[in-house]
């Protein structure tokens, strides 16, 4: 029974994770209908931003809010000005090409990414776990679970009720759905296409980081975060759906309680999990789990 | 065209197979586990032409690598000869038969869907420690037809044997997109309702072209496993697929010939990259890339060609 | 679809001629050395292992270069010719690594290679060390299979394979911890994890029949984030929980694990965890066991070299040597006790037939440890290996090491011709410890 119940947390956590991480990823991929390969790059600065924040922040009588605000506020400022620059500065560039195109210079972007961590951090791994123990833990039966935690699945809560809200009742919401439908009818609109590009990659930015920001207390922040990260984030966008906050929610929420089931009861597929799911969503839904039909062209 | 194509290709792998033995011993190591991978990358051009990109070529890889050890260490065979067929020959049996599932899907859901069935793989080679897990296992130094050469002299055969399998391919994949079956590719990229109008099978073309891409990573695969002498389950790993579609990108689709001159390319300036910056290598390997992209945005195969490919209609 | 096929083969060919041109010139250097260092300069390994390795290369090399190390080694270089050098990345795949080998030994005419913290480097290079006949010495990998496939004559193994860290850790959790009933493992989804379990499991049956297992958990390398199986072990009623984790892991596995009090609850003997614990200092929760892949760092006893060799790290890098820059230590100073060996018998600079010969079977003294070529036909090392249970020491705000036990090299380690699983599924026999 408390099995049952540890499986049912620990999904969520995760799924909450992923969540966080993914939202991003499928808004610029709605949107812009690419495959951003520096997301995890974004991840890693909001971490290493949030540890560095953290580092500087806590223990030193601080009130402790003020340290998970300014932890969170650090890594989304990273990511807003480098999704700004990469925006304006690179991919300007190469917009109108082959998708394919668009894909390499982000992985190109990733990789200079990658070593001007190494230049600002340095090799070594930033602790940052002060927020994980203030925090505190909740005790149920033989189970204890981290305060932490749970505040992340709330956090995510929020983020997707925000994200829902903002698509459909905000002006700029409506915007980026219709974009995401179809860009070009958009465009025939006469809706400015180019500054809803340039917004949605700095936001898709901005979450990821976010995303780096949250974890960066739970992880040791160190060289590598953001590599995994990529598959993730693109197995839970391919399992939602392109675009679909909804559906990065839901598959959030599948992989979290598949991983969490197998972690428990059948640890040896713990490595193909993320995998397998996607992989039998794709052969039931081909197209993800929240898609809209599409209109053949011809 | 197409003859005088071929004539000169077979002259230059005949002169790079002659002047050889006075390169240096480290740039023939090194190009032969370039040409073995650009034969992943010819597979992979392959699909691209029709407008798929795979995220799992490294299934198919790791698949030629593992057979061609195994046909060693279960069966004892050491002939490079057959352990390249038998590589070649199970990949293309497993693309066949993933390509069942595959052949339908398309765009990023194709590369997820590859890329999930090359990590399945990957985590299965990870739990079988009979194999070594993660450290894999060495693969016995390769023999040519009874022949038995040591040390450079063996490193040399290899090469000329991966510089005969590459111009074979090179050969027969030319031979292909000349084809009707490979004409197609471009057509079922652009609007593959109207193809379908005209008679033809998307899937079933795309199925095709899989199971092709799938035999030329294994041959690949079985290449580098005998040129490194070591099989790893990283070689199924997605990094290792990413890579292939680097290369790709870089090096177009306009040409066979840029397949290998862009692996061979790409593995100098990362060797290159290594040896000046230890440390922030990155850097530049991402910085060569932009550049590459920025002015080249066809592949080094654009300089290679004289016409680059016609604009497609974006019609998306 | 034009091409020119002309242009196509006119670039090839100017690309091969090209790089061939592009290769640095063969320098023949009699008066100095040239050593290839391989090891993790980027990626999540460099911050553990790679860096610390890399960076006690440096300032031995430096030393060995002044004539400034202690006695014994306080002679000039290798065979009193000054050392240079070259540092290289081991990120990549293992074609990487055996490509980078090749271009070191071939392009760069080093004189010997020192380096390789991935077991699946080591396996791979180890032939092509052989095929190219370069003297190789392997300085931070665990898996005992490099000689136990078969024996190599140009590669040397100076640190001790990881078996020994499994056992000792086994002997050491029997002794310090009492009526064992059931006990669970956290190890990384990789061969290092999936060995070090292992051997542990086996250890534990001959040393403890009675005890069982509970959880064997198997988290993905650097997965960072381990919530799951944290929940899975508080549902488990073990008396303590093996890890074979290092670094990163480590860390982020123990602040999530002391947030949720785990760690309160079931003690973690931590193979791996002496590099770890500068960094933990007071977050390392009082009665963790800990080993260090040998006698190293927080686990070694004083000594002329040892303390020589903390102060100089210490001074340069400002933090000090945990058990990787021992490892690399240790395996320069056996190179140059073979090379000294050598160069002596030889009265000029030795060829490598005759360090290899002066290298076999020797007896040498590490930082921390004396160090015995006595497996793999004398390429392969051992040496004592020490664990400890942390304590906080109020005073100094940091963890001491109690009750620190020292156990004989031939106590944990395999005899000379057995594969290590071989020897603890035959119960250890010819174990011999005091």
Redesign the interface.
């Known amino acids: 029974m408390l099995t049952a119940f540890a499986i049912l947390t620990d999904g969520l956590v995760y799924a909450a994770y992923l969540f966080v991480v993914a939202i991003g990823l499928t808004l610029i991929f709605g949107v812009m209908k690419i495959l951003n390969v520096a997301h995890g790059a974004f991840y890693a600065f909001g971490a290493y931003g949030s540890a560095t924040a953290v580092g500087l922040y806590f223990d030193r009588g601080l009130p402790v809010a003020g340290g998970f605000l300014l932890m969170v506020l650090a890594g989304m400022t990273l990511g807003l000005v480098i999704g700004f620059v990469l925006e304006r500065g690179i991919l300007r560039l190469v917009y109108g090409k082959d998708e394919v195109i668009v894909v390499l210079v982000t992985y190109a972007v990733f990789l200079i990414l990658e070593d001007v961590v190494i230049l600002i951090w340095g090799p070594g791994t930033y602790p940052a776990y002060q927020p994980l123990v203030a925090a505190g833990n909740v005790a149920v039966g033989r189970l204890i679970l981290s305060g932490y935690d749970l505040g992340l699945i709330g956090f995510a809560v929020v983020l997707a009720f925000a994200a829902r809200l903002a698509l459909r009742h905000t002006r700029y919401g409506r915007l980026l759905t219709v974009v995401i439908f179809d860009r070009e009818t958009a465009a025939a609109f006469g809706i400015d296409v180019t500054t809803v590009y340039t917004a949605t990659f700095v936001l898709g930015a901005v979450l990821g980081a976010l995303g780096g920001a949250v974890m960066a207390p739970k992880i040791a922040v160190t060289l590598g975060i953001g590599v995994e990260v990529i598959v993730l984030a693109f197995a839970v966008v391919a399992i939602g759906g392109m675009g679909s906050v909804e559906g990065a929610l839901v598959g959030a929420v599948i992989v979290g309680l598949c991983r969490a089931a197998a972690v428990h009861l059948v640890p040896q597929v713990e490595l193909f999990v993320i995998y397998g799911v996607m992989a039998l969503v794709l052969v039931f839904r081909p197209y993800g789990l929240f898609t809209r039909a599409r209109p053949r062209r011809i | 065209m197409a003859g005088r194509a071929n004539l000169v290709g077979a002259l230059a792998f005949v002169l790079v197979a002659a002047i050889a033995p006075s390169l240096p011993a480290w740039l023939i190591s090194l190009a032969t586990i370039a040409f073995a991978n650009a034969l992943v990358v010819l597979g992979l051009v392959v699909l691209w032409r029709a407008g798929l990109v795979s995220f799992g070529q490294a299934l198919y890889y790791a698949i030629g690598a593992y057979s061609a050890a195994l046909l060693w260490r279960l069966l004892g065979v050491t002939d490079a000869a057959v352990m390249v067929v038998g590589g070649g020959a199970a990949a293309a049996l497993v693309a066949f038969l993933v390509g069942l599932l595959l052949a339908r899907y398309r765009e990023i859901f194709f590369a997820m869907l590859s890329l999930a069935v090359s990590m399945i793989l990957y985590g299965a080679l990870v739990k079988t420690e009979a194999l070594g897990s993660t450290d894999g296992f060495n693969v016995a130094p390769a023999t040519f037809l009874g022949h038995t050469p040591a040390g450079q002299a063996r490193n040399l055969w290899l090469f000329w044997l991966t510089l005969g399998t590459c111009a074979v391919a090179a050969l027969v994949v030319g031979g292909y997109f000349r084809s009707i079956a490979g004409a197609l590719a471009v057509p079922v990229r652009d609007n593959e309702l109207r193809v379908e109008f005209l008679g033809v099978s998307a899937d079933r073309l795309i199925h095709a072209k899989l199971t092709l891409a799938g035999a030329l990573g294994g041959v690949g695969g079985a290449l580098a496993a005998l040129a490194v002498g070591h099989v790893d389950p990283n070689m199924a790993y997605w990094t290792t697929s990413g890579g292939f579609v680097f290369v790709t990108i870089l090096a177009g689709a306009s040409s066979v010939a840029a397949a290998f001159v862009g692996s061979l390319l790409f593995e100098l300036v990362r060797s290159y990259a290594v040896d000046i910056l230890p440390g922030t290598w990155q850097i530049i390997l991402g910085s060569v890339l932009l550049l590459t992209i920025l002015f080249l945005p066809d592949g080094i195969g654009s300089v290679l060609s004289r016409r680059a490919r016609p604009p497609e209609a974006q019609a998306r | 679809?034009?091409?020119?096929?002309?242009?196509?083969?006119a670039?090839?060919?100017l690309?091969?001629a090209a790089?061939?041109a592009?290769?640095g010139a063969a320098q023949a250097q009699q008066a100095t050395v040239k050593l290839g260092i391989v090891s993790f300069?980027?990626?999540?390994a460099?911050?553990?292992f790679?860096?610390p390795g890399r960076n006690a290369a440096e300032i031995l090399i430096e030393a060995l270069n002044a004539g400034g190390a202690p006695a014994p080694y306080n002679t000039v270089g290798l065979g009193g010719a000054r050392i240079e050098a070259k540092?290289?990345?081991e990120v990549?795949?293992?074609?990487?690594q055996?490509?980078?080998f090749?271009?070191l030994?071939?392009?760069d005419n080093v004189d010997a290679v020192v380096g390789y913290v991935s077991?699946?480097s080591c396996?791979?290079v180890?032939?092509?060390a052989e095929?190219l006949k370069e003297l190789t010495v392997l300085y931070d990998c665990g898996?005992p299979?490099i000689f136990e496939?078969g024996p190599h004559k140009y590669v040397f193994r100076v640190t001790p394979h990881a078996t020994m860290d499994s056992v000792a850790a086994a002997r050491y959790a029997t002794h310090s911890i009492k009526d064992i009933s059931t006990y669970s493992g956290l190890n990384q989804?990789?061969?290092?994890g999936?060995d070090s379990w292992?051997d542990f499991v086996l250890a534990m049956k001959v040393l403890a029949p009675k005890a069982g297992v509970d959880?064997?958990?198997?988290?993905?390398l650097?997965?960072?984030?381990y919530?799951?199986?944290i929940?899975?072990l508080?549902?488990s009623s073990s008396q303590f929980i093996h890890s074979s984790f290092y670094?990163?892991?480590l860390?982020?596995f123990v602040?999530?694990a002391?947030?949720?009090?785990?760690l309160q609850r079931m003690p973690v003997v931590m193979t791996t965890g002496e590099s770890a614990m500068q960094?933990l200092g007071a977050?390392l929760p009082d009665g963790t066991i800990i080993g260090g892949r040998g006698p190293h760092g927080m686990l070694s006893k004083p000594s002329p070299l040892n303390d020589w060799f903390q102060k100089v790290y210490t001074d340069r890098y400002g933090v000090r040597p945990t058990y990787p820059s021992y490892h690399m230590a240790q395996s320069i100073l056996g190179l140059k006790t073979a090379w000294d060996k050598a160069a002596a018998g030889a009265g000029a600079r030795p060829g490598i037939d005759q360090v290899i010969a002066a290298f076999e079977g020797i007896e040498f003294q590490g930082p921390s440890a004396t160090i015995r070529m006595a497996l793999g036909k004398g390429h392969q090392g051992i040496s004592e290996i020490s664990y400890g249970t942390s304590r906080f020491n109020k005073q100094t705000g940091r963890p001491d090491l109690v009750d620190v036990v020292f156990y004989p090299a031939e106590c944990v380690n395999p005899p000379d011709g057995m594969t290590a699983v071989a020897w603890l599924e035959g119960g250890m026999k010819g174990a011999m410890c005091n």
């Open positions: 679809m034009q091409h020119h096929p002309v242009r196509n083969s670039a090839a060919v690309t091969v790089a061939w592009l290769q300069l980027t990626g999540p460099a911050g553990p790679g860096i540092y290289v990345d990549g795949s293992t074609a990487n055996v490509t980078e090749r271009n030994v071939q392009r077991s699946g396996l791979a180890a032939p092509a095929e898996t299979r496939e989804n990789y061969a290092w999936q292992r959880k064997e958990l198997f988290p993905k650097f997965a960072g984030e919530g799951a199986e929940s899975a508080l549902t670094d990163g892991d860390e982020a602040f999530q002391t947030a949720r009090g785990l960094r977050g």
